[in-house]
T-cell receptor, first 115, second 113 residues
Framework: DAGVIQSPRHEVTEMGQEVTLRCKPI?????LFWYRQTMMRGLELLIYFNNNVPIDDSGMPEDRFSAKMPNASFSTLKIQPSEPRDSAVYFC?????????????FGPGTRLTVL | AQSVTQLDSHVSVSEGTPVLLRCNYS??????LFWYVQHPNKGLQLLLKYTSAATLVKGINGFEAEFKKSETSFHLTKPSAHMSDAAEYFCVVSEKRTYKYIFGTGTRLKVLA
């Protein structure tokens, strides 16, 4: 299995621009998670989906952030407009389901720099 | 609410000596607990997990952890550190009601030659 795939791996953009991060979960996994990692705040859950439906988006910082999962094999996280404080590593993870015993498998991350 | 505390933000050991990374949790339910490792500029990789079966859990690369309910601890150990173990380690508790992962703040392990 290829694991969780994220693209791009690195993104450098200027303040005000739209940024789209992409994720392909492991085939057969029904849950997908978006995290943000910064030095100051550590790992934060932004949103998670179960069977393509957003279940909890309470971690999404503000309206500039949006996430979609149009099908079981693809999700996007969009930031519009981007700001320097959005600079972070964004991880996507997937799991079989939402049991507390289910393991989340993480992608390699997208390092976002907003100038 | 569930929480997890990693007691050391940095740990340094010499190559070939034992590793101990400490984690305490708080949970009103029987928790699931995980240890993940993150090498520089990489994603998180699962080392091991506890899901109410055996209290001593063996993971990859020689790591193991023991679930101690009386001490609310889930410390990670390895008998002999290798240079390749240098990384950041995260203790995680899975929240029963919401199935969310609650991450500790991480412990950065340094291995000295």
């Amino acid at each position: 299995d290829a694991g969780v795939i994220q693209s791009p791996r690195h993104e450098v953009t200027e303040m005000g621009q739209e940024v789209t991060l992409r994720c392909k979960p492991i085939s057969g996994h029904n849950s997908l998670f978006w995290y943000r990692q910064t030095m100051m705040r550590g790992l934060e859950l932004l949103i998670y989906f179960n069977n393509n439906v957003p279940i909890d988006d309470s971690g999404m910082p503000e309206d500039r952030f949006s996430a979609k999962m149009p099908n079981a094999s693809f999700s996007t996280l969009k930031i519009q407009p981007s700001e320097p404080r959005d600079s972070a590593v964004y991880f996507c993870a997937s799991s079989l389901g939402t049991l507390i015993t289910d393991t989340q498998y993480f992608g390699p991350g997208t390092r976002l720099t907003v100038l | 609410a569930q929480s997890v505390t990693q007691l050391d933000s940095h740990v340094s050991v010499s190559e070939g000596t034992p590793v101990l990374l400490r984690c305490n949790y708080s949970s009103s339910y029987s928790p699931s607990l995980f240890w993940y490792v993150q090498h520089p500029n990489k994603g998180l990789q699962l080392l091991l997990k506890y899901t109410s079966a055996a209290t001593l859990v063996k993971g990859i690369n020689g790591f193991e952890a023991e679930f101690k309910k009386s001490e609310t601890s889930f410390h990670l150990t390895k008998p002999s550190a290798h240079m390749s173990d240098a990384a950041e380690y995260f203790c995680v508790v899975s929240e029963k009601r919401t199935y969310k992962y609650i991450f500790g703040t991480g412990t950065r392990l340094k291995v000295l030659a």
